[in-house]
């Protein structure tokens, strides 16, 4: 008998309100039947399943470590809830998207964080780095920090990105060890405590927690070829970043200059 596993909450999308243009995956606002209102990150975008796959493993391994992440949820989505809508685009990707998708707890009203304009603790700041290095996350840069501030604190979203060695199974040993290139992150000047953090992270993080986020992804995404099916595929990943936790001087990035 295997143990229980945890799951996300679940919510039906009732209603489609309109696309995030900014974003490259034209995620959309949607209106859910818990009154809740959400983003939704959709299955049938051209970055596929492991996207999402990366967004709750990732995001919800950041909020186990102290970041705010917008609630995660399986968003279920029926594609005649698009059928009012004048757009093709966003016609075509609800048709290819229906069943279950990621829904992210929407944060009205919050802003682009902008490294000129908002103060952020350094503690905080090392912590963002040190998940994105972790992760080999490449969406945090200047040009696109997917960082929002919101009742003036940091929210961290669009975690799709990061865990890039899922695209190829067969080779992702050859990355367990691989370094990190920091140099484009909207952070690293603000990471000052980057070596305190990452002996903190290093007890918290254990394969415990690794399993724990990993066991929150849906089923439903985890489909690849390589393995007979999600069991596999989720010890991998748990495999794969267990390794990689025990290698950290690999990947965490230098200090830099103040
Ligand atoms: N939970 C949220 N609350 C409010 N705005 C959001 C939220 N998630 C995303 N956005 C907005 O939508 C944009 C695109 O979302 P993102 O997750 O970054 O998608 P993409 O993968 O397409 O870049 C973000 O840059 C941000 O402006
Ligand atoms: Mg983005």
Not at 26 to 36: N, R, S, T, Y
Not at 135 to 140: A, E, F, G
Not at 198 to 223: C, G, H, M, N, Y
Not at 232 to 240: K, N, P, Q, T
Request: hydrophobic residues 45%; aromatic residues 8%; without cysteine.
């Amino acid at each position: 008998m295997g143990r229980v596993r945890d799951v996300l909450p679940e919510v039906t999308a009732i209603r489609y309100v309109a696309p995030l243009r900014e974003g490259g995956s034209l995620p959309g606002v949607v209106e859910a039947d818990d009154l809740g209102t959400y983003v939704a990150k959709f299955v049938g975008a051209g970055q596929g399943v492991k996207a999402l796959a990366a967004e709750v493993i990732t995001g919800e391994l950041g909020r186990r470590i102290g970041l705010r992440v917008p609630r995660l949820v399986r968003l279920a989505i029926d594609p005649v809830i698009g059928r009012a809508e004048p757009d093709e685009e966003v016609q075509d990707l609800l048709r290819a998207s229906g069943g279950i998708n990621l829904g992210v707890d929407f944060l009205p009203g919050a802003i682009g964080f902008d490294p000129y304009a908002h103060q952020i603790a350094p503690d905080e700041a090392s912590t963002v780095l040190w998940l994105d290095a972790f992760t080999q996350n490449v969406d945090r840069s200047w040009r696109n920090p997917n960082l929002l501030m919101w009742h003036g604190e940091l929210w961290a979203i669009d975690h799709g990105a990061s865990l890039y060695f899922h695209h190829n199974w067969p080779r992702a040993a050859a990355g367990v060890h691989r370094a990190y290139d920091a140099s484009d992150h909207v952070l690293l000047a603000q990471a000052t405590t980057l070596p305190a953090v990452d002996t903190r992270l290093a007890d918290l993080v254990t394969p415990a927690v690794l399993s724990s986020v990993v066991d929150l992804v849906p089923d439903e995404w985890l489909t690849d070829p390589a393995f007979d099916g999600p069991a596999g595929e989720r010890a991998a990943y748990v495999a794969h970043l267990s390794e990689r936790l025990t290698d950290r001087v690999a990947w965490l990035p230098k200090a830099v200059a103040a």
